[in-house]
C-alpha cells in the first residue's frame, strides 16, 4: 500500500517570503500526485496535478507553482507568499490503477 | 465532467444514534465512488468504496454505504454513532478512466452530543 510523506507539518512564514512544501510516496511507481488545498470552511480545491515526471497540470491561476522532479516526489512552491495563501495543504497519490487517492497528512500553512 | 454534492454543512447526533450522511452525484455513466473522514489537522482516511458489484459496501469503523442508480446517490450510515466519529466527511467520484481525477463534495462537518 501507498505511503504519503508531507513537510514540515505546520509553518508560519511572512507575507513575501518564498515556500517550498515536499511530498514524497512509497509503495507505488508512476503514481497521479496531486496537491490541494483547503481554506476554513471551504472544503477541498485540486491546485495542481502530475501524471508524470516534469508534468505539471495548473487548475487554479494562482500564486503557488508545482514540480516533481521524481517519480515519487512533489514540491509546491512560491516566490513570495500572500496572505491569501494560507490553509491546509494536502498532498495525495494514487497509483496506474482506478482506484482513490492515498493523502498525506496535510501542512498548515499561516502566512504572516 | 463529474459532480459532488454533500447537501449538510454540518450535522450534530447524540452518540447511540443512527447516522446518514448524504451525497448525491452527476455523471452520464456509471461512476466509482468513495467516502473519506478527516479529524481536525489531519489528512484524509478512505472510509470505503464502490466500483461495482453489490451496490451496498462496507468500510471500516463499521460505517456502510448504498449505491442508488437511480437516485444518483451514495449515502452513508452508521447504526449507532461514537464521540470519536466526530470529524468532516468527504464524498467523492471518479470516472471510469485511468488517470482520470477524483471529484471531492464540499464535505459535511458531523458533531456528536453527549
Known amino acids: 500500500s501507498q505511503t504519503i510523506h508531507q513537510w514540515p507539518a505546520t509553518l508560519v512564514q511572512p507575507v513575501g517570503s518564498p515556500l517550498s512544501l515536499e511530498c514524497t510516496v512509497e509503495?507505488?511507481?508512476?503514481?497521479?500526485l496531486y496537491w490541494y488545498r483547503q481554506a476554513a470552511g471551504r472544503g477541498l480545491q485540486l491546485l495542481f496535478y502530475?501524471?508524470?515526471?516534469?508534468?505539471i497540470s495548473s487548475e487554479v491561476p494562482q500564486n503557488l507553482s508545482a514540480s516533481r522532479p521524481q517519480d515519487r516526489q512533489f514540491i509546491l512552491s512560491s516566490k513570495k507568499l500572500l496572505l491569501s495563501d494560507s490553509g491546509f495543504y494536502l498532498c495525495?497519490?494514487?497509483?496506474?490503477?482506478?482506484?482513490?487517492?492515498?493523502f498525506g497528512s496535510g501542512t498548515r500553512l499561516t502566512v504572516v | 465532467a463529474q459532480s459532488v454534492t454533500q447537501p449538510d454543512i454540518h450535522i450534530t447526533v447524540s452518540e447511540g444514534a443512527s447516522l446518514e450522511l448524504r451525497c448525491n452525484y452527476s455523471?452520464?455513466?456509471?461512476?466509482?465512488l468513495f467516502w473519506y473522514v478527516q479529524s481536525p489537522g489531519q489528512g484524509l482516511q478512505l472510509l470505503l468504496k464502490?466500483?461495482?458489484?453489490?451496490?451496498l459496501v462496507q468500510g471500516i469503523k463499521g460505517f456502510e454505504a448504498e449505491f442508488k442508480r437511480s437516485q444518483s446517490s451514495f449515502n452513508l450510515r452508521k447504526p449507532s454513532v461514537h464521540w470519536s466519529d466526530a470529524a468532516e466527511y468527504f464524498c467523492?467520484?471518479?470516472?471510469?478512466?485511468?488517470?482520470?481525477?477524483?471529484?471531492f463534495g464540499a464535505g459535511t462537518i458531523l458533531r456528536v452530543k453527549s
Open positions: 467523492a467520484v471518479g470516472a471510469w478512466i485511468v488517470g482520470n481525477k477524483l471529484v
Open positions: 464502490y466500483f461495482s458489484g453489490d451496490t
Open positions: 455523471y452520464g455513466a456509471t461512476p466509482y
Open positions: 509503495g507505488t511507481s508512476n503514481p497521479n
Open positions: 502530475s501524471v508524470g515526471i516534469g508534468q
Open positions: 495525495a497519490s494514487r497509483g496506474q490503477t482506478l482506484g482513490g487517492y492515498t
